[in-house]
């Protein structure tokens, strides 16, 4: 059963754009939407999170917008840039504490 | 501040082996978790540990077990290794029981191959 999805194995845009990455999510008792960016041979590092009683939060460039009634979260990085290049993955965390992630998604920012 | 250190960072076992894999949390860290992130996955929560007491566990079998120490370092371990078993594991530290609205600190990961 897979509780939280991204759909799009891999996005590539032009440095300057916007990049939108989706998760799509079945559990509706997650309280929290993470999401988390990895380099290679780097553990996870935290980007943004949302509390499901919320539909947006932004911090600087990236902004997380939740759509509950869809059960569908997404990322948006304005102005993408070469160095957020990475694998980004979205995780849903209930009342346990524990993340339940997607299968991520490999952003490539092209300059 | 420390982050959250792994070790070791890569590791090749035989199948049938027991292996240990080490974490030290991130100063002022009490709850540490441990995740299974197989080639092309997200990662995949194993358990919990809050004050030395498991609190969570994800959908593994026995043979996975952890434990946390005193000083909040952590161990987990794998017994009867599988080739399955062949996944990036990391470690996770948070200053809270169980509430993480702001994210966990991940350490780089420990690589291991079951041949």
Not at chain 1, 4 to 21: T, Y
Not at chain 1, 60 to 65: H, K, L, S
Not at chain 2, 33 to 48: K, R
Not at chain 2, 109 to 115: A, E, I, M, P, Y
Request: aromatic residues 12%; neutral net charge; charged residues 15%.
């Amino acid at each position: 059963d897979q509780q939280v999805k991204q759909n799009s194995p891999s996005l590539s845009v032009q440095e300057g754009r916007i990049s939108i990455l989706n998760c799509d999510y079945t559990n509706s008792m997650f309280d929290y939407f993470l999401w988390y960016k990895k380099y290679p041979a780097e553990g996870p590092t935290f980007l943004i999170s949302i509390s499901s009683i919320k539909d947006k939060n932004e911090d600087g460039r990236f902004t997380v917008f939740l759509n509950k009634s869809a059960k569908h979260l997404s990322l948006h990085i304005v102005p993408s840039q070469p160095g957020d290049s990475a694998v980004y993955f979205c995780a849903g965390s209930g009342n346990t504490g524990k993340l339940i992630f997607g299968q991520g998604t490999t952003l490539q920012v092209k300059p | 501040e420390t982050g959250v250190t792994q070790s070791p960072t890569h590791l090749i076992k035989t199948r049938g082996q027991q292996v240990t894999l080490r974490c030290s949390s991130q100063s002022g860290h009490n709850t540490v978790s441990w995740y299974q992130q197989a080639l092309g996955q997200g990662p995949q929560f194993i358990f919990q540990y809050y004050r030395e007491e498991e609190n969570g566990r994800g959908n593994f079998p026995p043979r996975f077990s952890g434990l946390q120490f005193p000083n909040y370092s952590s161990e987990l371990n794998v017994n009867a290794l599988e080739l399955d078993d062949s996944a990036l594991y990391l470690c996770a530290s948070s200053p809270t029981g169980t509430r993480v609205n702001y994210g966990y600190t991940f350490g780089s990961g420990t690589r291991l191959t079951v041949v």
